[in-house]
Structures are given as structure tokens and as C-alpha cells.
């Protein structure tokens, strides 16, 4: 079955310093890959996407996410946090086959400290 | 990509009763996904709905609790049934456009 993984329920970085919020997938085929990030009240907002090509995918607010395959993974990176980074970020996988929408991962709280 | 109205925004509803929420999109699309996401958890997918069909249910998700109606390629909604305290949640409506997913704004729902 496909599932998605966040390890981390939550992330604390020092403002300024990089900060990487991990995701691992598994799947049959090969899949979408997604980021989004949700405030408090606040929907889904798309951060980025990896469909196909280039394993390094930059996306908004500086973030960006590199594919690896044969790790299964899709982590997500920024190499300078900032406060306002502080949120609710979700990894999800579309893997193809018909009608299906998208599975996520559980959510990492990412904490930027001042 | 595509804008999405959700309402209401917000609800807080009696036990028992049922509650419409709506989705509206600024272009024709030919999915569209509702999404439950429960206090302090993920999104779960509820259904898949296709205009001119009857909505595809993820396992735990039953038509009788969770209709959803598709009347044309920018609209649908989704009804809560026979609410309890358990519905409690946040729903979200999305469309999928040129591979990429987009969510409107959620519909917190509050059963007592």
C-alpha cells in the first residue's frame, strides 16, 4: 500500500540556520510529490511539486526539495529559516493509477526560534 | 492555478444534525477531491467527485454519511449526516489542475 512518512512531529531551527523537514514514501510506481504548508485557520498553501526531471526542485519562500529514488525520499530544505517559516508543513504523494487524490503524511510542526 | 471558495468557514452544529458545505471554483475542472482532516491529525481523503457520476469513497467513507453532490465542472458539495461530536473536523474541498492540487480554505466543523 502507498503511505507517506514524516518521522519528525516536530522541527525546531534557530532563525538564520538551515533547516531540512524530512519525508520518505513508498509506492509501487512512480510518484508526485508535494509540499504544502498550513498556517494556523488557514487552508493548504502549495510550496512545491516533483513531477519528473531535475531531482532539485525549488519552490516559494525560498524552499526547495530534492527527490532521491533510491532513498525514497523527498525532503524539504531552506538554507536560512525565518520566524514567519513557523507552521504546519505536510508531504504528499500522488501515485497515479486513475481517480485518487492525494495521500499525506502526518505533518511536521517546524518551530523557528528567534 | 485555480481559486477555490469554500463555505462556510466555520460551523458549530448540533448533534444529530447535518450540515451542506460548498465549493466553488473559478474554472472548469474535472475532479474534485473532499479531505477530512481531524483535530491535530493529517488529510484524509472522503471521496473523489466527477461531474456526471456518482462520487468515488475512500474505505471508511460511506455515501449515506458523506453526499456529495457534482451538478456541473465548477461546483459541488459535500454533506456531514447525522452528526455526532466524532465529525468534529476540518473539511477541505480540492481540484486538481495541470498536475498540481490546490485546497480551498476549510469548513471547521464543531459538533456538540
Known amino acids: 500500500a502507498q503511505s507517506v512518512a514524516q518521522p519528525e512531529d516536530q522541527v525546531n531551527v534557530a532563525e538564520g540556520n538551515p533547516l531540512t523537514v524530512k519525508c520518505t514514501y513508498s509506492?509501487?510506481?512512480?510518484?508526485?510529490l508535494f509540499w504544502y504548508v498550513q498556517y494556523p485557520n488557514r487552508g493548504l498553501q502549495f510550496l512545491l511539486k516533483y513531477i519528473t526531471g531535475d531531482n532539485l526542485v525549488k519552490g516559494s519562500y525560498g524552499f526547495e526539495a530534492e527527490f532521491n529514488k533510491s532513498q525514497t525520499s523527498f525532503h524539504l530544505k531552506k538554507p536560512s529559516a525565518l520566524v514567519s517559516d513557523s507552521a504546519l508543513y505536510f508531504c504528499a504523494m500522488y501515485s497515479g493509477g486513475g481517480a485518487d487524490g492525494l495521500t499525506f503524511g502526518k505533518g511536521t510542526h517546524l518551530i523557528i526560534q528567534p | 492555478s485555480a481559486v477555490i471558495s469554500q463555505k462556510p468557514s466555520r460551523d458549530i452544529c448540533q448533534r444529530g444534525t447535518s450540515l451542506t458545505i460548498q465549493c466553488q471554483v473559478d474554472?472548469?475542472?474535472?475532479?474534485m477531491f473532499w479531505y477530512r482532516q481531524q483535530p491535530g491529525q493529517s488529510l484524509t481523503l472522503i471521496a473523489t467527485?466527477?461531474?456526471?457520476?456518482?462520487?468515488?469513497?475512500e474505505s471508511g467513507f460511506v455515501i449515506d454519511k458523506f453526499p456529495i453532490s457534482r451538478p456541473n465542472l465548477t461546483f459541488s458539495t459535500l454533506t456531514v449526516s447525522n452528526m455526532s461530536p466524532e465529525d468534529s473536523s476540518i473539511y477541505l474541498c480540492?481540484?486538481?489542475?495541470?498536475?498540481?492540487?490546490?485546497f480551498g480554505s476549510g469548513t471547521r466543523l464543531t459538533v456538540v
Open positions: 474554472s472548469q475542472v474535472t475532479m
Open positions: 480540492s481540484v486538481e489542475v495541470s498536475g498540481g492540487y490546490t
Open positions: 509506492v509501487s510506481g512512480n510518484p508526485y
Open positions: 467527485a466527477n461531474q456526471g457520476s456518482e462520487a468515488t469513497y
